[in-house]
């Protein structure tokens, strides 16, 4: 994912074009899922985004979580508590992707439904 570096504390861009910043941070696999899920439930823990039923890595979802909490789109609920037992919510800045989940999910219902057979096509949005 080419918003983070060799140091997971530094961001790196591979342009100023807006499009692709955004594509740094949440065009890999797992960062839109962590935010659908905290869209859906409002707050998860570790565990709870582990059960998720698209199976995420434990280091790819630290690794995420980290970075999706450096770019203030998710904080910790009690930020003196341990991560590992601790819940996520989104920020502001996170919950303004609500939209954006939204037109993905009815894009993907619209043009995607007839070549996936186990979409389910009663949801009608997030």
Not at 58 to 75: G, P, Q
Request: one cysteine or more.
């Amino acid at each position: 994912m080419s918003a983070v570096s060799a140091n997971p504390d530094e961001t790196v861009w591979r342009s100023g074009c807006p499009i692709s910043s955004a594509l740094d941070v949440l065009g890999d696999k797992w960062s839109l899922l962590i935010i659908r899920d905290l869209v859906i439930c409002g707050t998860r823990t570790y565990s709870d985004f582990r059960e998720s039923p698209e199976g995420i890595a434990t280091n790819i979802l630290a690794a995420r979580l980290k970075l999706l909490s450096r770019l203030d789109l998710i904080e910790r609920v009690d930020p003196e508590r341990a991560s590992r037992g601790n819940a996520y919510q989104l920020t502001e800045r996170g919950a303004a992707l609500r939209p954006t989940l939204n037109e993905l999910f009815t894009w993907s219902q619209q043009h995607l439904g007839e070549f996936h057979p186990d979409m389910h096509p009663e949801q009608r949005s997030l």
